[in-house]
């Protein structure tokens, strides 16, 4: 497991325009969504799961370089990490978006809401990514599917407080993806 | 084997039983890249099945390598996953110079020997090369055919031009033309 999580780790490391990004978009969010929280943070989510699936997965199906990891045959492996970059990605930002947050409303981030959030988006996105590539479609799919996966979380994390099914989510969308990841990654 | 993409079909009716070194001749368009990633098991074959004898180094025309990563590293990352010493590839292919260069950074020729280099990590069983000389000069062309040579087990090669490959020393030649592969014999020059 470690080379894959050491790959993914330099390949995120390596795109500065991305970190960039990352961090302005998540500032910026800070400043809009200076009124409700749980909906920036969705934001936020959104479209950092979308950029970096674009980064780690979608963009590796363009290069070729997927393939190279096709034929070391450890799907579960490939997905897992890729999962925790995005994860990772997705954490930063909400960190950065709940500081800039704070020091606009001046009020209380509820910080808790961060890592169930960050894992439900980052398996999302990774799984919309590899279905896409695995049914030889583009971003405009994995988009869409990421969409549509995270409709009901993020309606449910607007209300202001998440149910036990939604909190269940991340953890059920992580086993999907790597019960699912000997189809999506080969 | 039988392939169909949407254009048509790609491959109709391929048998091969591939026990020492084959080199499939074929002009552009011919179907050999297909041929070689349904053998990899990259794309899967309309009709047919393929077996294969273990795992099976495979270099295609596009680099796996990540352009991203430098040469040292993504050899690293493969010889990590496969538990295997990168040392001997990189001797072998004379990568030394270039493990701390960006991939992107390198030259085609470059890039391609590298690649090749990930393809021979961990001692595969078998190997599957989509056209290794192309954009290589000759120093890189004799070591694509040392290799290939040297190589104790089934190894696939497919050529669009039949003079380079002569010395990899195969024991047969095919054409794949029109979807089938018909017995060839290698000719050098023009044709």
């Given amino acids: ?32 969504f200076g009124r409700h929280y749980a909906a920036g943070l969705a934001a936020v989510n959104f479209v950092v799961a979308a950029l970096y699936g674009y980064v ?6 363009e290069l070729g370089t997927l393939d190279g990891l096709r034929l070391l045959r450890q799907p579960e492996k490939v997905a897992a990490a890729k999962v925790l970059a995005l994860f990772s990605a997705s954490l930063a930002a909400s960190l950065i978006y709940s500081a800039i947050y704070y020091a606009v409303s001046m009020k ?64 059920t969308a992580l086993l999907a993806l790597l019960a699912l990841s000997r189809a999506l990654v080969h | 084997m039988w392939k169909r993409y949407s254009s048509g079909w790609v491959l109709r009716g391929v048998s091969l039983d591939v026990r020492s070194i084959v080199v499939i001749y074929g002009a552009n368009g011919s179907g050999k890249t297909t041929l070689v990633k349904i053998l990899a098991g990259l794309v899967p074959p309309t009709r047919g099945e393929v077996r294969r004898p273990g795992r099976v180094g495979v270099a295609l025309q596009q680099p796996m390598m990540h352009p991203d990563l430098t040469v040292g590293e993504n050899l690293k990352f493969y010889a990590g996953a496969l538990k295997a010493d990168y040392r001997e590839v990189v001797e072998l292919f004379g990568l030394k110079k270039h493990l701390h260069d960006k991939f992107s950074h390198l030259s085609y020729g470059w890039r391609r020997r590298a690649d090749l280099a990930r393809a021979l990590l961990g001692g595969p069983e078998a190997l599957l090369l989509d056209e290794p000389m ?12 040392e290799v290939v040579r040297r190589f104790k087990g089934p190894a696939v090669v497919t050529a669009s031009s039949m003079c380079d490959y002569v010395e990899v020393g195969a024991e047969a030649w095919f054409e794949l033309r029109e979807g089938t592969l018909r017995p060839t014999a290698p000719t050098c020059g023009p044709t």
């Fill in chain 1, 56 to 61: 780690q997965i979608l963009r590796e199906e």
């Fill in chain 1, 1 to 32: 497991m470690r080379p894959y999580l050491e790959r993914e780790v330099k390949l995120l490391a390596r795109s500065w325009e991305t970190l960039a990004s990352t961090f302005l978009i998540a500032a910026a969010f800070g400043f809009v």
């Fill in chain 1, 108 to 171: 209380p981030p509820e910080l808790w809401l961060l890592p169930p959030t960050s894992a439900y988006f980052a398996a999302a996105s990774t799984a919309s990514a590899l279905l896409s590539t695995a049914a030889r479609s583009g971003v405009t799919t994995s988009m869409t599917l990421t969409a549509a996966l995270i409709l009901g979380y993020s309606a449910s994390l607007a209300t202001g407080r998440i149910d036990p099914a939604a909190l269940a989510m991340p953890l």
């Fill in chain 2, 134 to 145: 192309l954009g290589l000069d000759a120093e890189g062309r004799r070591a694509v055919a």
